[in-house]
């Protein structure tokens, strides 16, 4: 079935430092992928996303590119923020049929001062 | 209301025991999705809804777990016969309509002792 897999963490990274987190898929047909966020003590939210092969999402500074070719999605951000702190989740979505969401295991980002 | 609201916020149970989780999902929102989150892990998909009926449940883990939507709008999940291992979080996420963004509440914490 489909699946999502992210590089674990924690990452640790000084602040105005170069982020990226890893995300491939596998998918049998043609999903959306999300990047979710969540911050301390907040529920899920959508930083970005992207519904076709090359399509760029960006949001807050943040980036990714589907990939179709590696079946990747990964987040970039040229210089992270101590704010920006949290758990990030990729994910896909089924478009055929339902809307089933499914998320990697969450990638926990620590920016120090 | 302005966003998804999940109540209760926490739940503690005795193993055996039934439960109710109740979902307000955003008015006018006619998808809703139910997700449960373990410690260390992303979401995993349970049940959406589309207006009153389950449209997809292929999610739910055994038949001790169950979900309405009566009137299309708010939703419970029930967990008959709790069991230690059913503690988690449990999301609620609501959109427009099938393929566009989902919002998330914060969660209900269930702890099965």
């Known amino acids: 079935g489909d699946s999502v897999t992210q590089m674990e963490g924690p990452v640790t990274l000084s602040e105005e430092a170069f982020l990226t987190i890893n995300c491939t898929y596998t998918?049998?047909?043609?999903?959306?992928l999300f990047w979710y966020v969540q911050y301390p003590g907040e529920g899920l939210q959508l930083l970005l996303k992207a519904t076709k092969a090359d399509d760029k999402g960006s949001n807050k500074g943040f980036e990714a590119t589907y990939r179709k070719e590696t079946t990747s999605f990964h987040l970039e951000k040229g210089s992270v923020q101590v704010s920006d702190s949290a758990v990030y989740f990729c994910?896909?979505?089924?478009?055929?049929?339902?809307?089933?969401?499914?998320f990697g295991a969450g990638t926990r980002l620590f920016v120090k001062a | 209301g302005a966003g998804v609201s999940q109540t209760p916020s926490n739940k503690v149970t005795e193993k055996g025991k039934y439960v109710e989780l109740r979902c307000d999902p955003i008015s006018g929102h006619t998808a809703l999705y139910w997700y449960r989150q373990s410690l260390g892990q992303g979401p995993e998909f349970l049940i959406y809804?589309?207006?009153?009926?389950?449209?997809?449940d292929s999610g739910l883990p055994n038949d001790r777990f169950f979900a309405v939507r009566p009137e299309g709008s708010v939703s419970t999940l029930k967990i008959q016969r709790t069991e230690r291992g059913d503690s988690a979080v449990y999301l609620c996420?609501?959109?427009?309509?099938?393929?566009?963004?989902?919002?998330f509440g914060q969660g209900t914490r269930l702890t099965v002792v």
């Open positions: 996420a609501s959109s427009f309509r099938k393929g566009t963004e989902a919002f």
């Open positions: 809804f589309q207006g009153t009926g389950a449209a997809d």
């Open positions: 998918a049998t047909g043609y999903p959306s």
């Open positions: 994910a896909l979505s089924d478009n055929t049929g339902g809307f089933k969401t499914i």
